[in-house]
């Protein structure tokens, strides 16, 4: 039965009701849902906005940071060299303008890059002037710009003047030092400029205002500001005068009245924008539901402030720490030193820093590969781990060095036992992939006291350590000492005058005679480099050898004395040329063909080439060293095995290696008639060498003595200042054609004689 009228009109009012009702409850779920979405909007906008501007904010003190660190570096820097007693005597004394020019203009603008060096008397007057990379200008410029900081000095000023900003941060002008550093411009362009008071403290006891002061400057330009970019990770850090792009921040250097200095830009990267690109799909989707958006936001938003927790703490690690082992890095060790040196000034226990080298790392990384070196270093990582109580520190510092801060005494012997429990952990050898590595550390030594400065110095003194510890043979530690300044000073002198020599062909070479058994006939020569300096005279080949080798050098030198031995060599037909020839050179992946290439280019006969290596050369390279030697005596060089006795002596060296002669070191001929195990050795190792078909060469052979002993022991040939020393070319030619005029007496006749 269809429904009547009565029943459609009050169904048709029912429905209208529940539309009115479905609607009075969709309107409030959906301007709930559209306010939510709205706040939710608002708030990951606002917490963008918010993350940006503290990225950027921090991005900022970081610059500002970064220019500081550089000023107190460049003060640092001047001061170490005109800060000195060396100083006050070579400017104030007595001045010495070349004393100035070598050891602070070259010093700082070669080894630190600094642009601009000048020296101002008591009474104001400019008495040197260096640019590095431009031409001089007018002394009234240069006396308006340095006037800040001279007149700060100098105690005459009652506060800052405009247009500086004082990097050290509090010195008081009605009190100055005798060291100031400033940002300003200097000549037009911003710069950072350091000033020291020359003196020692008798001289500045009464004050700076009669002291000459050193200047030295170095600009806020291109290369400062991509060198912090890079360090600080920032994107076209840049110098800006105009107004900056639109997505561009800028941070300003200013004085101590707000006016700006120099004004710094650089692309941002913002986190928030990342993350608001990320949320937006979710607040979509939450359009489906109130309870589905609260939720998904909610876990969202939870997850990426996670997220961003974690990154921060993960990209802090790694910005900390050495991504191969794991050790703190050098900024964290730079955080952690200057917080123990602010404890020990405090009252804390004293403390000292361990600056580790591993001693033949490179050789490992260049014939192993990288990653051999790489396990090596996590090998190093877990003993020196194992070394350190809980409180001290192990840092790498990068490439083969690493840095220990340990709380101990600070006596010459409790820092020497805590370096030869890490010399002895850190030589013993290591087994990795197969290879038995053996290799050294050297390590210096800086104590701190309630007497230290700031960490750049007290790691200064331990590099300092370190370096006399490497230039006296490697393999042990050195505590660092006053004296060392000087020593480093005139060690690194002597190394650039060494480079120029060998670019400019100085060196000479010097060839010692080798003569047969009964002494009347020569059968070889070896070659060894001289050297004259101009202004020092002769330097000996143990102040300039160890140089050599340890800045690279050695490598250009022994091509050099290849190139010359084999030049003169062909003068001297019949003889034998011998060569030595150093771990650095020989180790080289090009060693070979540079030996081939010099044979070609001066036509000498491989065969009368004789190439002399020690055993330390073949220690953990031992599949490449016999490659390389195999190659050359398929062209007729010849090897000998220099200094045999006085390392390894592994029986191992002279079956695998294709030597042809074995030298027996100076020490053991020298001993032979006052020891008996001397003598028990040259004759083990004439034995040897016959047995095995090689030739003996005896060195150092001085008396008639020695050479009786020898010749009855049966060593093939000898060489010493019986029989000659060493000398120019011209005096083998001369040698040569008159063999009778240098001829040695027969040694039985000559004993007897003296009996």
Not at 17 to 34: E, G, K, N, Q
Not at 322 to 346: H, M, Q, S, W
Not at 598 to 610: G, V, Y
Request: net charge negative.
């Amino acid at each position: 039965m269809p429904p009547s009228a009565q029943e459609r009109i009050a169904g048709e009012i029912k429905g209208s009701r529940w539309d009115h009702a479905r609607v009075r409850l969709v309107v409030p779920i959906i301007v709930i849902v559209a306010v939510a979405i709205v706040c939710v909007v608002v708030a990951v906008l606002t917490s963008a906005q918010r993350a940006d501007e503290l990225s950027t904010n921090r991005q900022q003190e970081l610059i500002q940071h970064a220019i500081s660190a550089r000023g107190m570096h460049m003060l640092g820097q001047l001061s170490s060299v005109a800060g000195t007693p060396a100083a006050a005597a070579a400017i104030r004394s007595k001045y010495d303008e070349a004393w100035v020019t070598q050891h602070i203009a070259d010093w700082l603008q070669t080894y630190f890059a600094h642009d601009v060096t000048v020296l101002v008397d008591g009474s104001g007057q400019i008495k040197f002037i260096r640019f590095r990379d431009r031409s001089n200008t007018s002394t009234a410029d240069l006396r308006a710009d340095l006037a800040p900081s001279l007149e700060l000095l100098r105690g005459r000023l009652a506060a800052l003047p405009n247009g500086t900003l004082d990097v050290m941060r509090g010195q008081d002008p009605l009190k100055p030092g005798s060291r100031t550093v400033l940002v300003q411009h200097f000549l037009g362009e911003p710069a950072i400029v350091a000033a020291v008071a020359v003196g020692t403290d008798a001289d500045l006891s009464s004050g700076n205002g009669g002291a000459p002061v050193v200047f030295s400057i170095k600009y806020i330009n291109g290369k400062m500001l991509r060198e912090i970019g890079n360090d600080l990770q920032l994107t076209g850090l840049r110098r800006i005068d105009a107004p900056p792009a639109a997505d561009e921040a800028v941070t300003e250097l200013a004085d101590g009245h707000g006016d700006p200095i120099v004004r710094l830009a650089w692309m941002p990267s913002p986190p928030g924008r990342d993350v608001v690109k990320s949320v937006l799909p979710f607040i979509g989707v939450a359009l489906a539901g109130f309870a589905l958006l609260v939720g998904l936001v909610m876990r969202y938003m939870r997850r990426t402030a996670q997220a961003i927790a974690a990154g921060e703490s993960q990209l802090r690690h790694l910005a900390m720490h050495d991504p191969i082992c794991g050790l703190p890095n050098r900024i964290y060790f730079g955080e952690r030193l200057e917080a123990v040196i602010t404890k020990v000034r405090a009252g804390g226990p004293a403390a000292a820093v361990f600056y580790i080298d591993l001693d033949h790392f490179k050789d490992v990384n260049d014939t192993l590969g990288h990653h051999v070196g790489d396990e090596l270093i996590l090998n190093v990582t877990q003993r020196l781990s194992r070394i350190v109580r809980g409180d001290d520190l192990v840092a790498r510092l990068g490439g083969d060095e690493f840095a220990i801060i340990t709380t101990c005494g600070s006596d010459s012997y409790s820092l020497q036992a805590i370096a030869g429990r890490i010399i002895s952990a850190v030589c013993a050898p290591y087994s990795i992939n197969g290879h038995t590595i053996i290799i050294g550390a050297s390590i210096g030594i800086a104590a701190i006291d309630r007497r230290a400065r700031d960490a750049a110095d007290i790691l200064r003194y331990a590099d300092m350590a370190l370096y006399r510890a490497k230039n006296e043979g490697r393999n042990r530690a050195c505590i660092y000492d006053a004296a060392m300044d000087a020593d480093l000073s005139s060690r690194k002198l002597l190394e650039g005058n060494l480079h120029d020599a060998i670019q400019n062909d100085k060196l000479r070479a010097a060839y010692q005679p080798i003569v047969n058994a009964a002494g009347d006939a020569v059968v070889g020569v070896e070659a060894l480099a001289r050297w004259t300096h101009p202004q020092m005279g002769e330097i000996p080949p143990s102040q300039f050898i160890p140089i050599a080798e340890n800045s690279g050098l050695i490598v250009e030198l022994g091509e050099l004395m290849l190139r010359r031995a084999c030049l003169d060599g062909a003068n001297w037909p019949g003889l034998t040329v011998a060569v030595n020839v150093s771990p650095l050179q020989f180790r080289r992946s090009d060693f070979v063909e540079v030996v081939e290439r010099i044979l070609k280019e001066t036509a000498f006969d491989a065969s009368r080439l004789e190439l002399e290596i020690t055993e330390s050369t073949l220690l953990g390279n031992l599949d490449t060293a016999e490659l390389s030697m195999l190659r050359l005596k398929a062209i007729g060089v010849r090897f000998a095995l220099d200094d045999f006795g006085t390392g390894y002596s592994s029986l191992l060296y002279l079956r695998r290696f294709p030597f042809d002669k074995l030298k027996i070191d100076s020490s053991f001929v020298r001993s032979i008639e006052t020891a008996p195990d001397a003598a028990a050795i040259v004759h083990a190792v004439v034995s040897l060498g016959r047995g095995l078909g090689m030739k003996v060469t005896a060195e150092g052979v001085e008396n008639a003595e020695q050479h009786l002993f020898l010749r009855a022991a049966g060593v093939h040939s000898m060489q010493g200042y019986r029989f000659g020393r060493p000398g120019p070319a011209d005096d083998i030619t001369a040698r040569l054609a008159s063999p009778d005029k240098y001829r040695v007496r027969n040694p039985d006749e000559e004993i007897a004689l003296a009996s």
